[in-house]
């Protein structure tokens, strides 16, 4: 199976964040593993704030991708759009969003390849955003038991990692084989598909021992200054940490199952069943918005990915948070749907 390996650049709060990224960047440079490091514009802000260009210039060899201007902090994309057209919606994320994707290339020297979203808070208006900003890849969408990308609101859409985490592995009960047995079940489960597997983490993890994001739960919203860093893992236990994620790297690079690949060619590899942008807009009616149609039978993929989808099991959101016209875009674009 082929393997992208992701990480979720993000924890503006904890002291510890930059050097986590940079040993990350390090380690799978090293190994020649060329990683997508999903980017919060607001952390690259702090990177420049800190002068911590050698974070840059480390994270800089790798893939540069966008993890929203201020992940948690509300609103997020589903609580800023509620209730609002298609159209605006897509107009209310690019003002939003604008800021970041700039901070991103002027710092990175890039624009950003691919787009993940914080949590489960990805929506329609989002995928059609990142188009606006030149993105080709969202890791993000209906969330399904494939591992094949596929086409969906003009982006390709790539599985991330929802099953495999090197976060597995860093509790103290825990030790790399915990690791292992998921990608073990994984294999079984992908014998004989041609899979494309994301294994992702929050490259902070090494270092902390929560989510950064937990005090934006249930709709909190404490400014940046006054947000309380999460709690460090006990004395000694990242060292142990670092040396798992190299194992896990050192047996996964010797693993006969195990291609890596980056998500540029990904991208190019699945341009045969192209239905991007260009596609979507040939079959607009001329002097209209993209338009929301009837989900036809044979798009079946959604039958899985919306069943139980629940934007308020992700945690900054509040109880039965589900925004019905979120729901209606999501099926209304099913048509742009290219598997
Ligand atoms: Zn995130």
């Known amino acids: 199976m ?12 904890s002291e510890t964040a ?3 990224q940079l040993w990350w960047a390090q380690e799978l440079h090293k190994r020649n593993i060329k990683a997508t490091f999903q980017i919060v514009g607001e952390m690259a802000r702090k990177l420049e704030r800190l002068k911590r260009f050698d974070v840059i210039d480390a994270i800089k060899e790798h893939d540069i991708g966008y993890h929203t201007n201020y992940h948690s902090i509300h609103p997020t994309h589903p609580e800023g759009i509620e209730g609002m057209s298609l159209e605006d919606s897509v107009n209310w994320i690019i003002q939003h969003e604008e800021s970041g994707i700039q901070d991103i290339e002027r710092l ?15 929506t329609p208006a989002t995928l059609l955003a990142n188009h606006h900003f030149g993105i080709k ?3 993000v969408g209906p969330y399904t038991s494939r591992y094949l990308p596929y086409w969906y609101c003009g982006q390709l859409i790539v599985d991330y990692g929802h099953k495999l985490n090197f976060e597995q592995s860093f509790r103290e009960d825990c030790n790399e084989e915990s690791f292992f047995i998921q990608l073990g079940r994984l294999k079984e489960k992908l014998k004989g598909i041609d899979a494309t597997v994301t294994i992702y983490t929050h490259p902070g993890r ?5 989510h950064w994001d937990l005090v934006y739960k249930n709709g909190m919203n404490p400014s940046i200054e006054e947000a309380t860093p999460p709690p460090y893992w006990p004395e000694g236990h990242s060292d142990k940490i670092k040396k798992r994620v190299t194992n896990i790297l050192d047996r996964l690079l010797e693993d006969p199952d195990i291609e890596f690949t980056d998500i540029q060619t990904v991208y190019h590899n699945h341009q045969h069943n192209k239905f991007d942008m260009e596609n979507i807009k040939s079959q607009t009616p001329s002097g209209e918005y993209i338009p929301l149609l009837e989900r036809a039978e044979s798009h079946d993929l959604f ?4 069943g139980d989808f629940d934007y308020s099991s992700w945690v900054p959101h509040v109880e039965g948070f589900n925004p019905k016209n979120v729901f209606e875009h999501i099926e209304g674009l099913a048509w742009t749907t290219k598997i």
């Open 2 to 13: 082929k393997v992208v390996i992701a990480l979720d650049t993000e924890d503006i709060l």
């Open 18 to 20: 930059p050097d986590a």
């Open 108 to 122: 990175f020297g890039t624009k950003p390849f691919s787009y993940t979203t914080p949590g489960l808070s990805w």
């Open 137 to 139: 890849v969202s890791f």
């Open 206 to 210: 090494i270092f902390t021992a929560n």
């Open 303 to 306: 039958n899985e990915a919306i």
